[in-house]
Nanobody, 126 residues
């Protein structure tokens, strides 16, 4: 069993930065991938970014390219999301999720996620 715990959310002004963390406990296989999703009030959950646990390959949603950076520390079983130049539309509950689906499936948006964190709130004020 794997548990995911997010942290680092908060209130920030437009143009500011935050770094989210997702710490995983339990056994993480090298074939896994970790993704971040966000969900704003009244909206569906959306994919933000993913990283392959083994290769470090990344895949970003167009809306965050150039502003967000995902990274991982395999030794700590932790994934980070550095968010820069934040915009009001980034306001949402951010979740990390772990998948055993192949990387190609993750990129195509059809990966099946096995574990989810509880979420951390990011609020960007204008």
């Amino acid at each position: 069993q794997v548990q995911l715990v997010e942290s680092g959310g908060g209130l920030v002004q437009v143009g500011g930065s935050l770094r989210l963390s997702c710490a995983a406990s339990g056994r993480i296989f090298s074939s896994y991938a970790m993704s971040w999703f966000h969900q704003a009030p009244g909206k569906e959950r959306e994919f933000v970014v993913a990283i392959s646990w083994s290769s470090g390959s990344t895949y970003y949603a167009d809306s965050v390219k150039g502003r967000f950076t995902i990274s991982r520390d395999n030794a700590k079983n932790t994934v980070y999301l550095q968010m820069n130049n934040l915009k009001p539309e980034d306001t949402a509950l951010y979740y990390c999720a772990l998948t055993s689906s192949p990387w190609r499936s993750v990129v195509l948006g059809v990966g099946k996620y096995d574990y989810w964190g509880q979420g951390t709130q990011v609020t960007v004020s204008s």
